[in-house]
């Protein structure tokens, strides 16, 4: 049997998660919602439940002007560019960096889980980022079979 290289497992959930974010933010620009407008509001009679004047900041930044989402995005898409590497950052410093990826998976999560379309992406990119810490709590380094698998 072999042994799991978890910082592989991790590059495919955070590919999935990624690619999963940007349609998400696709289509949650044309459909807004922020997902926790229920917290706090109040049932009316026609009208369902409005939200709290609490979170007036977040329909701004999701609903009026998709700013989430669009952040959400960029962020999916640093990460895909980071783990199918572009040819520019292949082998740099960038690329192996599992730090980096571990901070950009938690803004891309944190940024996924306020509008509506991106709780899975939110709940696969933490899953991606808990693989990143087993993996450097074992040590591993990216990029390091490579070097034994080529010539």
């Given at each position: 049997m072999g042994k799991l290289i978890w910082h592989e497992l991790s590059r495919y959930?955070?590919?999935t998660a990624s690619t999963y974010a940007i349609w998400?933010?696709?289509w949650g620009m044309f459909f807004r919602k922020f997902f926790w407008d229920f917290v706090g509001g109040v049932l009316?009679?026609?009208g369902g439940i409005q939200p709290s004047t609490k979170v007036q900041f977040f329909i701004a930044v999701i609903?009026?002007?998709?700013?989430?989402q669009s952040l959400t995005m960029f962020f999916g898409f640093v990460i895909i560019s980071l783990e199918y590497p572009l040819p520019l950052l292949t082998r740099s410093a960038l690329q192996r960096s599992i730090p980096l990826r571990l901070v950009l998976l938690t803004f891309q999560s944190f940024l996924s889980v306020l509008f509506y379309q991106g709780t899975n992406a939110?709940?696969?990119s933490l899953i991606a980022a808990g693989c990143y810490v087993k993996a450097l709590t074992l040590g591993e380094r990216i990029g390091a079979a490579?070097?034994?698998t080529a010539g």
């Open positions: 959930i955070s590919l998400a933010s696709f009316r009679n026609p609903v009026k002007a998709p700013i989430v939110c709940l696969w490579n070097s034994l």
